[in-house]
């Protein structure tokens, strides 16, 4: 297999150079940066298979860096590394872009499984799989990113995108917060944050709140559904 090329942008060298050693012995290509602005510069001269950010970075924060990596790429996967533990800076970092999100400290191993998760399902989202996803008059289009409804554009961020796109592929299945956080976050879950509510309520404001039938439907003490009535 061709050896998969990971860019760390991460302004604390001992913390960058620890993860370049660690992921060099798993058999990864890494590249560093140690400020935003070559982050930047690096990320768009060369092609990588996944991106770790760090958030409080000189020269350019680790959100506008994803907003710009993800106007560029939007399959790449990228992993938010910060000591920002809080739900309101988690869902930043996911409207920026990010796939994942891991606080600081970490231990290594567990960064490792998310790599090879997110580099894993990257793969496969890549294989064929039907361009147009359909239930009712909701339409979303994988090749396009566009998503309507009865003929109106939607506008979803990528992460909104694919926590749709996995109540899409599961419609009619009841989805517990632990599956959409393992499927969609990739994180182990965590019953201290709402960040999962939040999305199905950013969804359901866009999706539902202005038509005449719901499709999003909470299971209560289960989880959600996505289905017509």
């Given at each position: 297999?061709?050896?998969?090329?990971?860019?760390?942008?991460e302004?604390?060298?001992?913390?960058a150079?620890?993860?370049?050693?660690?992921?060099?012995?798993?058999?990864?290509?890494?590249?560093?940066?140690?400020?935003?602005?070559?982050?930047?510069?690096?990320?768009?001269?060369?092609?990588?298979?996944?991106?770790?950010?760090?958030i409080?970075?000189?020269?350019?924060?680790?959100?506008?860096?994803?907003?710009?990596?993800?106007?560029?790429?939007?399959?790449?996967?990228?992993?938010?590394l910060?000591a920002?533990?809080?739900?309101?800076?988690?869902?930043?970092?996911?409207?920026?872009?990010?796939?994942?999100?891991?606080?600081?400290?970490?231990?290594?191993?567990?960064?490792?499984?998310?790599?090879?998760?997110?580099?894993?399902?990257?793969?496969?989202?890549?294989?064929?799989?039907?361009?147009?996803?359909?239930?009712?008059?909701?339409?979303?289009?994988?090749d396009?990113?566009?998503?309507?409804?009865?003929?109106?554009?939607?506008?979803?961020?990528?992460?909104?995108?694919?926590?749709?796109?996995?109540?899409?592929?599961?419609?009619?299945?009841?989805?517990?917060?632990?599956?959409?956080?393992?499927?969609?976050?990739?994180?182990?879950?965590?019953?201290?944050?709402?960040?999962?509510?939040?999305?199905?309520?950013?969804?359901?404001?866009?999706?539902?709140?202005?038509?005449?039938?719901?499709?999003?439907?909470?299971?209560?003490?289960?989880?959600?559904?996505?289905?017509?009535?």
């Amino acid at each position: 297999m061709e050896e998969r090329k990971l860019l760390i942008v991460e302004d604390e060298k001992k913390i960058a150079n620890a993860l370049k050693k660690g992921l060099s012995e798993n058999g990864y290509h890494v590249e560093m940066a140690f400020d935003g602005l070559i982050g930047r510069k690096l990320f768009l001269s060369h092609s990588y298979d996944l991106v770790i950010l760090d958030i409080n970075l000189p020269g350019l924060n680790g959100y506008e860096l994803c907003k710009i990596i993800r106007n560029h790429n939007q399959q790449v996967p990228v992993i938010m590394l910060t000591a920002l533990s809080s739900t309101e800076d988690k869902i930043e970092g996911f409207d920026a872009g990010a796939d994942d999100y891991v606080i600081k400290p970490f231990e290594f191993k567990e960064l490792l499984v998310r790599i090879r998760a997110l580099l894993k399902r990257t793969m496969y989202q890549q294989l064929p799989t039907g361009n147009i996803l359909k239930v009712g008059g909701l339409e979303m289009n994988l090749d396009t990113k566009e998503v309507k409804r009865e003929g109106q554009q939607i506008l979803l961020t990528a992460k909104e995108f694919q926590l749709l796109e996995y109540f899409m592929r599961n419609r009619n299945r009841v989805l517990s917060r632990a599956d959409i956080a393992e499927s969609v976050w990739d994180i182990d879950f965590d019953t201290k944050t709402n960040v999962i509510d939040v999305y199905v309520n950013y969804l359901r404001n866009k999706i539902d709140k202005h038509f005449s039938t719901r499709l999003i439907h909470t299971q209560v003490g289960m989880g959600y559904i996505l289905k017509e009535l």
